[in-house]
């Protein structure tokens, strides 16, 4: 299939509409590495919609006559890498202290997790595989995970439970993969019980309409890196609206607040994490220290 050699004025023209188009649809901004692989991400969208070169499918998303071509573009734009356990030490800190934390201090049973950015599903799966190892210490407890994402194809994917074998290779051990997946063809599928767990639904976090309430522990992990800054900071006062005093955000090892407004602060205990500031000056007893 010819495609518009990349680097010519055409490309480059049909570039700039397509990254528009994300830009507008999602607030992710195109990093010059992702421009390069445009191409063989739209591959698969110019042939389902029966079109040559990219420059068509700018064409065409300018006719503006089939709202599915949109959505199409965008999810083949979007980043959705992912990964079981993703920086495996995060789950360990939010195993072994974190959740521990949250238990002791919460007045009532019932955990609120929010995976914000979710992709595929397989960060909201960990931490549903890792509190059913834990079954025992959660007995008469209420557990709810929100996991959303823009991204339409990666919701379902998602919904669906099923992932490829090299998917489930990818920091999922062998005693889970065994214990909470079932064969699916050649691929494997979660089973009923974590897919019970997990409330996946798709929602844009510039105009969220999922999440009702506060969580105690929200991961917004790898998305805010495309983002601008006046739009991360949008997003973290979306997170401190649904956080409490003693909520916990993590984002991604390369993802920070500092210099994002002033919604969240380095959390004193958990190193990594971040305390909602507004709410943890009010935190009878315990007060906020910069980590540092
Ligand atoms: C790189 S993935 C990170 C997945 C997971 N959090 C992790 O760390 O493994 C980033 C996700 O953010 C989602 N995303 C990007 N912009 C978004 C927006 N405006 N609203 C909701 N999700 C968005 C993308 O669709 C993508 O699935």
């Not at 991400?41 to 919609?49: E, F, I, M, T, W």
């Not at 290779?169 to 064969?183: C, M, N, S, T, Y």
């Not at 890196?225 to 916990?248: E, I, K, M, N, W």
Request: proline share 4%; aromatic share 8%.
């Amino acid at each position: 299939m010819p495609l518009s050699p990349a680097g010519t004025a055409v490309f480059q023209g049909a570039a700039r509409i397509l990254s528009g188009l994300l830009e507008a649809r999602t607030g992710q901004i195109l990093s010059e590495g992702r421009a390069w692989r445009m191409e063989t991400a739209l591959r698969p969208v110019l042939r389902v919609h029966g079109l040559q070169t990219i420059d068509d499918l700018a064409a065409q998303l300018l006719r503006k006559q089939d709202p599915r071509l949109d959505e199409d573009v965008v999810n083949a734009l979007l980043n959705n890498e992912s990964s079981f356990f993703r920086d495996l030490q995060i789950f360990d800190m939010i195993h072994r202290q974190i959740l521990p934390r949250i238990q002791e201090e919460r007045g009532e049973r019932t955990l609120r997790i929010w995976s914000a950015g979710c992709s595929t599903g397989q960060e909201a799966y960990s931490l549903a595989i890792r509190l059913c190892n834990d079954a025992e210490r959660w007995q008469g407890w209420r557990i709810e995970i929100l996991a959303t994402d823009i991204s339409t194809a990666a919701i379902e994917q998602a919904r669906s439970g099923i992932f490829s074998q090299m998917d489930v290779q990818r920091g999922l051990a062998v005693g889970d993969l065994i214990k909470w997946f079932e064969p699916h063809g050649e691929d494997w599928r979660a089973n009923s019980v974590l897919r019970r767990m997990i409330d996946f639904r798709r929602d844009n976090l510039f105009d969220a309409r999922a999440p009702s309430g506060e969580y105690d522990l929200l991961l917004c992990r790898n998305v805010l890196l495309y983002f601008t800054p006046a739009r991360r900071g949008d997003v973290l006062q979306l997170l401190a609206r649904h956080s409490h005093a003693g909520s916990v955000l993590l984002l991604g090892a390369g993802e920070t607040v500092i210099g994002q407004g002033d919604d969240f602060l380095p959390h004193p205990d958990f190193r990594g994490g971040y305390a909602p500031k507004a709410l943890a000056s009010d935190r009878a007893g315990r007060p906020v220290r910069r980590a540092g």
